[in-house]
């Protein structure tokens, strides 16, 4: 069974600092990989959808990162403001279609 | 404007007494599906659909029905809620080919 991990579960940086998101799985056999963002008590917003064939993507100040063999993608965002503060998570598509999700990684991006 | 609306956002209610959570969709999607978020596990799938009067069973069924009778709507019933069910619930539609999802705003249920 496929299984999602986001390390670490919380990261506090100061603005204008540069976060770093992880986020592993067990089965490199994925669809695509998908990175959203959730505020407090609300639904999910996708930032990010990676295809299993692509390397990276960017948005923005966003850039993933997937590395299929090794089982990790990386999300960046550069120069952090404090509307950045969400948790994100990712999620993996595998082969069968269905959507794994990872715990989450809360941010909070003091002025 | 795409969207997937989910009512009721708040929902408090007792042991037993039915409900349904409706999730509408404006995009034309054919898969839908539901899960629910609890502090410390994630989200989890309870049911999802591939398209009208296809359903089937996600990670956690156990307590929860749908229906999909027309692609733009997927309700969500819970027959006889218990304090169990009290959780942040999520509608979806994955869009055709890129397979990215689309969730609604969250129903936030209590069962006492």
């Known amino acids: 069974k496929q299984e999602v991990t986001q390390i670490p579960a919380a990261l506090s940086v100061p603005e204008g600092e540069n976060l770093v998101l992880n986020c592993s799985f067990t089965d490199s056999a994925i669809y695509n990989l998908q990175w959203f963002r959730q505020d407090p008590g609300k639904g999910l917003t996708s930032l990010l959808l990676i295809q299993s064939s692509q390397r990276e993507q960017t948005s923005g100040r966003l850039n993933a990162s997937l590395d299929k063999s090794s089982g990790r993608s990386t999300l960046y965002i550069a120069a952090s403001q404090p509307g950045d503060s969400a948790t994100y998570l990712c999620?993996?598509?595998?082969?069968?279609?269905?959507?794994?999700f990872g715990a989450g990684t809360q941010v909070v991006v003091t002025p | 404007e795409a969207q997937v609306t989910q009512n009721p956002r708040y929902l408090i209610t007792v042991t037993g007494k039915k409900l349904t959570v409706t999730c509408s969709q404006n995009?034309?999607?054919?898969?839908m599906s539901w899960y629910r978020q609890d502090p410390g596990l994630g989200l989890r799938q309870i049911y999802y659909s591939m398209n009208v009067e296809v359903t089937d069973k996600g990670d956690v069924p156990e307590g929860y029905k749908v229906s999909r009778k027309e692609k733009r709507n997927f309700p969500l019933i819970l027959e006889s809620p218990s304090p169990n069910q009290t959780s942040l619930y999520f509608c979806a539609t994955e869009g055709q080919g890129r397979n990215e999802q689309f969730f609604g705003p969250g129903t936030r249920l209590t069962v006492l």
């Open positions: 999620a993996v598509t595998d082969s069968w279609g269905k959507l794994q």
């Open positions: 995009m034309n999607h054919e898969y």
